[in-house]
């Protein structure tokens, strides 16, 4: 596997010739942009052209710390020798083993107290009563990234990792070719991804109050023109605010402005 940024346009023909090799020897490229878009076919020599065609990963300096978390995690996924051993477990000393018996003895003490007590609260509690108390929810509607991404006709996007392209595994969005004054965009094929267009920016509250009318919207396709606001709930369950920047019909191209939120 080769793992390349985003400057294989430079005249040096050292790095051109290493990506041209790997792409003639089946060799799996990966794409790494650094705060720009993937150049087309056309734009690139015609040794690495078929780099165009590559999925991509993205790392932007307003999300680097967890763009570089989930390029490693797509590295160990694709290559699992890449993730370190885990670190062996010291024996432990003699004269320690019968205090950790007795932590061990006094941990599952406080564990069926503390269950006991949660049983006879949830016994004791109204009925109907919600999770105002729970950490989890506290947590919905918190801003998880905050990406733009460019879309050419036929490219999917996966919201939640910010990638576009054609082979896209997760698809939240699909940018199709539309003979339009406005982009359409419609939701993946697989999961529980909905869309739904609305007048004004997306906040999370309008996106759950709007995405909760259209539970049957499996199929839908919407045409927001520049300036429009859309709302998706993601294939993973999360909410999006999405602003469509810029759209052109020469090439046929949308730029998204995307929110993300934690349902």
């Not at 799996?28 to 020599?45: E, G, S, Y």
């Not at 320690?96 to 564990?111: N, T």
């Not at 595994?169 to 869309?195: E, H, K, N």
């Not at 259209?214 to 606001?229: H, I």
């Amino acid at each position: 596997m080769t793992l390349v940024s985003a400057g294989w346009t430079d005249r040096r023909t050292g790095s051109r010739r290493e990506i041209a090799e790997a792409l003639r020897g089946k060799v799996r490229v990966i794409p790494l942009l650094l705060n720009t878009d993937l150049p087309r076919a056309a734009d690139l020599p015609a040794e690495i052209a078929p780099l165009a065609a590559c999925q991509y990963l993205r790392i932007h300096h307003r999300n680097s710390r967890y763009d570089i978390r989930r390029l490693v995690d797509e590295l160990t996924d694709l290559l699992p020798g890449l993730a370190p051993p885990p670190a062996p477990t010291p024996p432990t000393p003699r004269w320690r083993r019968p205090r950790a018996v007795l932590i061990g003895s006094l941990a599952v003490l406080l564990a069926l107290g503390a269950g006991y007590l949660a049983v006879a609260k949830l016994r004791h509690s109204p009925a109907g009563a919600g999770s105002a108390g729970d950490p989890a929810a506290a947590r919905s509607g918190n801003v998880l990234r905050q990406d733009e991404l460019t879309l050419r006709a036929e490219d999917n996007a996966d919201l939640e990792q910010g990638m576009t392209g054609t082979g896209v595994r997760v698809t939240d969005l699909y940018f199709p070719t539309w003979p339009g004054p406005a982009a359409a965009l419609a939701i993946g094929p697989q999961g529980s991804a909905a869309i739904a267009a609305i007048p004004g920016p997306a906040r999370f509250t309008d996106c759950a109050q709007a995405l909760r009318a259209r539970q049957d919207a499996y199929e839908d396709l919407q045409q927001v023109g520049t300036g429009g606001w859309l709302c998706v709930r993601t294939n993973r369950g999360n909410l999006a605010g999405v602003r469509v920047v810029r759209f052109s019909t020469a090439p046929q191209e949308v730029v998204l402005a995307v929110t993300l939120w934690r349902r």
